[in-house]
């Protein structure tokens, strides 16, 4: 049984077409929730794609690729966010109001609380939203995040602690806009 | 529910808009083919293998730079003996404004083939013999910088429409442009274009003719394997 992953044999290396075809709508998404614009997604995915096809061939295929690829599109979504134009304060317009009451529909109920945790997601800070996402939303260990932020584990597991309690006082701050409890 | 379940439902999201993936993928190629030498290595670069730390010493660096050096000098060798035949441009997605005549109405004719119209003669430029692809012939003129936006206008007005759902309209106007521009620099594109109109249009047998066609002309595109991709998943 091997014992370490380097003597499992490595999974054949994707195509890079395939790559395109299959994770294009997941850099797509990250992007967004990383605070670029619409307008600028397809100049951002782009670019994150280019990097993507010149550094393909090392990517070690023992790894899940998409934290890898979240790695190429959280520093293009920093260095766009870094460009002063594009330094828009979270000017997030105040949701409607909605009413209060608990919706008969448990469907409505779901839907308002998905819209309020994507509010509340873009009110954390970039470096912390991103161990956010690939924690909470898309389930990777610490390890394999710290691996593909380029950080230390310590760090990674202090901006995980740092973006729930973000993530959570804009939920409620949120909330009470909305005239929640 | 709490917040952290809220959130754990959002799934990494829905599909990507269908146009901007194919643009985006357009775009790439443009890059690629134009590309002469090994990418810059930007600043994701320590994350493609996990055997290397995330930071580097001087010692990697000067043994990156020096591959990325030998490997720019290798590749440029490479490309000089095995470089393409004739100055291949393929299209970009930014649309550059260029007078055209307003766009006449289309009604989708599905049974009909679309019929080329005629451009208006001022707007074409003068017969320009354009480099044919796969010709070495050095002595042909490059088509003029008006012919190459002319060309691009149009088969942007073609993939406009096509993202607005109207492939009828895409295919007239990729028609067009094989009609005033037989041997343009954009053709390939304008075939992939008309072969997804067609596609569209549910009109399979010709689009797959064309398809071979177009595999036969351009055996080394990029744009062939999405084709496949278009006739699997219609």
């Known amino acids: 049984m091997p014992s370490r992953r380097e003597d499992v044999p490595a999974p054949a290396r994707p195509a890079f077409r395939d790559v395109f075809e299959a994770q294009f709508s997941y850099v797509w998404n990250v992007l967004k929730r990383l605070g670029v614009a619409e307008r600028d997604l397809e100049d951002l995915g782009q670019q994150v794609f280019l990097q993507v096809h010149a550094q393909l061939s090392t990517f070690d295929t023992h790894r899940p690729i998409r934290p890898w690829l979240f790695s190429f599109a959280y520093h293009a979504a920093s260095n766009y966010r870094a460009l002063a134009r594009h330094r828009v304060e979270l000017s997030i317009v105040a949701p409607e109001p909605i009413d209060s009451k608990p919706a008969a529909d448990e469907q409505m109920i779901t839907r308002q609380e998905l819209e309020l945790a994507e509010l509340a997601l873009g ?47 804009a939920v409620r701050r949120l909330r009470a806009q909305r005239g929640e409890t | ?20 993936k194919e643009r985006v993928y357009d775009a790439l190629l443009a ?72 766009m006449p109405s289309f009604t989708a004719q599905p049974s009909a083939p679309p019929q080329p119209s005629v451009q208006p003669p001022h707007l074409l430029p003068p017969a320009t013999p354009s480099r044919a692809l796969g010709s070495n012939d050095a002595s ?31 295919l007239t106007l990729a028609e067009q442009h094989g009609a005033s521009f037989p041997r343009g620099q954009l053709s390939e594109e304008r075939e992939a274009l008309a072969i997804r109109a067609l596609l569209a249009l549910g009109q399979r047998d010709r689009a797959r003719a064309r398809a071979d066609a177009f595999r036969s002309r351009f055996p080394s595109s990029f744009l062939g394997s999405m084709l496949e991709s278009a006739f699997a998943n219609p």
Do not use: C
């Open chain 1, 123 to 169: 009110r954390v800070a970039l470096d912390r939203r991103a161990v956010l996402l690939l924690h909470e939303v898309e389930g990777h260990g610490m390890p394999e995040i710290a691996e593909s932020l380029g950080i230390p584990l310590n760090t990674a597991y202090s901006r995980l602690r740092l973006a729930r309690q973000e993530y959570e006082q």
């Open chain 2, 1 to 20: 529910m709490k917040p952290l379940d809220a959130l754990r439902a959002l799934g990494t999201g829905g599909e990507a808009p269908a146009p901007a």
């Open chain 2, 31 to 102: 890059s690629l083919e134009g590309a002469t030498a090994p990418m810059a290595r930007g600043p994701a670069a320590n994350f493609g293998s996990s055997a290397t730390p995330p930071t580097l010493n001087a010692k990697l660096w000067a043994l990156g730079t020096a591959i990325w050096v030998v490997g720019g000098i290798t590749g440029a060798f490479l490309y000089g003996a095995l470089r393409p035949p004739a100055a291949r441009l393929v299209y970009v997605e930014r649309p550059q404004a260029v007078n055209l005549p307003p």
């Open chain 2, 140 to 170: 042909a003129r490059l088509p003029s910088a008006s012919q190459l936006a002319q060309e691009r206008a149009l088969l942007d007005l073609a993939r406009r429409a096509a993202s607005r759902g109207e492939p009828a309209a895409a």
